[in-house]
């Protein structure tokens, strides 16, 4: 059984960011390898997280595998923290250095199968592709927007690319 926790119908995704207690920024980067960053390189936009809990991902499907998967929880405490310019920091810095593609999204949508697929859009907040400036939005009606969906077809475009480019291009 699949099951999703998605972002609520009206508000901003700040709400949501809150559902299990803490805000935590849920952040997922293929590219960067399988060795999580530390902690201390997510001291982001004026922002320390109360937590940072990396998850490098196991039985990758082999095109995943070679660039590396992880998920970072960033959490905060204070809930009434503005999280957007925080999410996009953290975008950019998990794509620094390297090749890759990275995402915001609630943990629900996360399946190998669905990476930046239509059916997971409206779940994804901010992504970046690196080389070029993050985006996040935190307004759900615009998550639910056909634009949305174009804008995240576009980036799983892009990791379509990163997953079948020559291995010597990522390194």
């Known amino acids: 059984m699949n099951v999703r926790r998605e972002i609520g119908m009206s508000g901003e995704v700040q709400e949501f960011l809150c559902w299990r207690g803490p805000a935590?920024?849920?952040?997922?980067?293929?590219?960067?390898g399988n060795t999580p960053l530390p902690g201390e390189s997510f001291r982001l936009a004026g922002l320390v997280p109360d937590a940072v809990l990396p998850f490098p991902l196991t039985d990758l499907p082999e095109a995943i595998e070679r660039l590396g998967l992880v998920s970072?929880?960033?959490d905060f405490d204070d809930t009434s923290l503005d999280l957007r310019a925080y999410t996009r920091a953290a975008l950019r810095r998990v794509c620094e250095g390297t090749w890759a593609v990275a995402w915001a999204a609630s943990?629900?949508?996360?399946?190998?199968?669905?990476?930046?697929?239509?059916?997971?859009?409206?779940?994804?907040?901010?992504?970046?592709?690196?080389g070029t400036e993050p985006v996040v939005e935190w307004d759900t009606a615009t998550l639910r927007s056909e634009e949305w969906k174009h804008r995240i077809a576009g980036v799983r475009?892009?990791?379509?690319?990163l997953l079948s480019a020559p291995e010597e291009l990522n390194s």
Do not use: I, K
Request: overall charge negative; glycine content about 8%; proline content about 0%.
């Open 24 to 32: 935590s920024v849920n952040v997922f980067v293929v590219g960067a």
């Open 72 to 74: 970072y929880d960033l």
């Open 107 to 130: 943990e629900g949508s996360f399946h190998y199968d669905e990476l930046l697929t239509d059916e997971v859009a409206r779940q994804v907040y901010g992504y970046c592709v690196s």
């Open 157 to 161: 475009t892009a990791l379509d690319a």
